[in-house]
């Protein structure tokens, strides 16, 4: 009678109550109205639909962050489903989630495709839309929001697991586009349809980062796992090449890094962050493309105007994470970087998060709400783009850019028809330790 006394009084005042997260990858994290959500996610081998909230209108010690999780209950009778390897969009007040392996079954599909929490009202709802029924809807794509409320979907895969009446495995290599104001699928480039095919198509790639650039008329495609030519089978794509799309004219472009400047390992699941006002974007983490294991060199700008990636060297390496994948990335007021969850460097699940103070390239041990952090680098030499970087946020600061963070998924419990190469991937997970 108690507990449901409790239950019954957080839900009618929509309060949530302090939980410990349970270690998880593959979910997705927004920083929306003053607090970070974390949604979804696989723990304990299975796909979640739990909601987590952390307040971000206090300064708190992010040593004892682990307790400063709220569960969220929201209010209403709507059904939220398990879900990872879905993509995120924040969006003002709400953040959207689309695709996903859902319950990881193929006897059993997500029921709604798309679904908005919004903070303001603590609801869930489903997004219904028109030309709803030529989605194909998939898992480990990336989901980038425009400036012109356009959600623009590319990549992935959609197989028997991702929806009911689809029977052959799809990569997807053509945009499908959410249109918020009109609420609008639409599928602009054709490029289902092979006869009208443009030529410089690039070919599809699952578990990459897209990054919406400073001006917003492109979006930066990288790393993830790459489909050859025949359409079969996966590799790692390689760190040196990074795709272009133009929004306004609908072209793609392929970028390839200068000769003899540094190569990242190839990826997945790593994450990317636009470096606000900048034309740099911040690379972190990630997994090797032939296996489960975060990889060795994990932190990196990539400048987008001269595509050279310089691995950046943040500072106070005992307060921070190590090498992660499956984790979220997450930039709030343009300052604090959380990054959150995932599988950490020894194979294991995690559910603690740390914080990079973006203007100095450091990690800090207390999060700071006004964003206002002493620089307690010790001199050590750093390199020039770091310092641009560096300057152009500590000028920027104020201006309220929507963060991009990306966040990509990995293979479960499921058996997928893969290749050989997605099988190994596949196996190693098996091998994790859970916490
Ligand atoms: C899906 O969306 C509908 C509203 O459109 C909602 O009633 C339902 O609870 C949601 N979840 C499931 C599992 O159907
Ligand atoms: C978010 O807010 C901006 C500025 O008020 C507005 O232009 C935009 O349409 C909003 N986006 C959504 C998805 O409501
Ligand atoms: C969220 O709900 C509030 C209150 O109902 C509403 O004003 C706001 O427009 C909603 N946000 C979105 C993105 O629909
Ligand atoms: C909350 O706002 C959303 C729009 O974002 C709306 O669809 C939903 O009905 C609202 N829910 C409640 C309980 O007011
Ligand atoms: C789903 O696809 C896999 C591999 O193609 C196949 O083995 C399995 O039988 C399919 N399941 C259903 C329910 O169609
Ligand atoms: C795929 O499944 C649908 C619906 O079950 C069926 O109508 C169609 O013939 C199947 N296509 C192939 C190629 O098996
Ligand atoms: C809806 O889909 C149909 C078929 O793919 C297409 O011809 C039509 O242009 C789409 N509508 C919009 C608004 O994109
Ligand atoms: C897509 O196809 C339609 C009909 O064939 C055509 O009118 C439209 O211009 C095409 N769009 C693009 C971006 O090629
Ligand atoms: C994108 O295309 C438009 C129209 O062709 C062009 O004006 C603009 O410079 C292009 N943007 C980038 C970043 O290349
Ligand atoms: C790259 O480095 C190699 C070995 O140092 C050198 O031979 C080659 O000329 C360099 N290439 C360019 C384009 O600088
Ligand atoms: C932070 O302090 C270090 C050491 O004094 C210095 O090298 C670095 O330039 C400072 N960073 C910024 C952004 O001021
Ligand atoms: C990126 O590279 C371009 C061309 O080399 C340079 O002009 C720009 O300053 C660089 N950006 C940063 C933030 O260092």
Redesign the pocket.
Known sequence: MKLFNIILWSTSFSLAYAITPTPRYNGGCAAINQRIYCYGGTANRQPTSDHYSLDLTKDFSIANSIESWNNVVPVG?????PNSLFSIVPLNDSYLIHGGLGYGSSTRYL??TT?VYNASNNS???I?TQNQTSLMPSREETCTLDLSNRIWAWGGISDNTTAININKTTYHDEFQVLDLNTLTWSFPDNATEMSSRQTNIPNPRLEHTATLSNSGQSIYFIGGLQVDDSGTSLSGAPMNTVLEYNITSGEWTTHTSPANTTIPASRRLHSATLVPNSDLIFVYGGSVTDAADAVADYTYLLNTTSFIWTPINIANANLGTKSRFGHSAVLHNNISLFIIFGADDLGNLRNDFSVIDIAHWQWVSEFKANGDYANTTAATPSTSTNLNASASIAKSRSSSKQSSSSLNNDYTFISLKYTKTAYLIIGAIVLFTFL
Do not use: L, P, R, T
């Not at 009778?77 to 489903?81: G, L, M, P």
């Open positions: 009778d709507f059904s939220v489903e029921k709604n679904v869930w709802s489903a219904q």
